[in-house]
C-alpha cells in the first residue's frame, strides 16, 4: 500500500478516530482504520471499486455493490465481497450481521502475497470503498497500492 484516503461524509453519524498506513519494512506496509459510530446503524450497503493505473486509473475486475449486511448473514452471493472480506478478517472486528454500533476496527492489516486470491497482473491499484446507510453516502476509503506477480523461481521454491 501507498497511499490511503478516510473521508468521512456524514459527521452526525461517523467519527474518524484513525486513518494510517505505517512502514513496517522496506516492502511491507500496515494499515489502521478506526471509526466510530456516533448511533446504531440498522442498514450498511458497500460499493467496491478496483481500478488499475494505465495512464490514468481505470476500471479493472471488480465495479460491484454489496449489502453488508445480508452478506454478513450468509456470507453467499458475494463472490468478490468475499474474497475483500478474507484479506481482513483476522484484521477487524466487524465481523457480524446488522445493527452496528461502536468502533470499526481493522488493526495492523498487512496485505500478502498468500492471502491475495484475485490473480491480478503486475500493476499499480485504487480500491475504492463507498459505504452507504439509507441509501446516504456516510464513508469513503481509498487505498493505492502496487501489485507485483510472484516470479517462477518463487513459486518453484515455496513448492520445494
Given amino acids: 500500500m501507498t497511499k490511503m484516503e478516510c473521508t ?19 516492502d511491507i506496509t500496515e494499515a489502521t482504520v478506526r471509526l466510530h459510530l456516533l448511533r446504531q446503524v ?25 449489502d453488508a449486511c445480508e452478506f454478513m448473514k450468509s456470507r453467499k452471493n458475494a463472490v468478490y465481497f468475499d474474497i475483500l472480506f478474507k484479506l481482513i ?15 470499526f476496527i481493522v488493526d495492523r492489516f ?19 470503498f463507498f459505504f452507504y446507510t439509507s441509501n446516504n453516502l456516510i464513508a469513503k476509503l481509498l487505498v493505492w497500492f502496487g501489485f507485483k506477480e510472484p516470479e517462477k523461481w518463487e513459486e518453484k521454491r515455496r513448492e520445494g
Fill in 89 to 103: 478478517e483476522k484484521y477487524t472486528n466487524a465481523n457480524h450481521t446488522c445493527p452496528y454500533d461502536g468502533e
Fill in 8 to 26: 468521512i461524509v456524514d459527521k452526525t453519524l461517523l467519527r474518524l478516530n484513525v486513518c494510517r498506513l505505517k512502514a513496517v519494512k522496506r
Fill in 110 to 128: 498487512r496485505p500478502l502475497h498468500s492471502n491475495m486470491m484475485l490473480p491480478i497482473p503486475t500493476g499499480e491499484y485504487l480500491i475504492k
Fill in 42 to 66: 440498522n442498514n450498511c450497503v458497500l460499493h467496491a471499486e478496483l481500478l488499475r493505473k494505465y495512464n490514468s486509473y481505470q476500471p479493472f475486475f471488480i465495479n460491484k455493490t454489496y
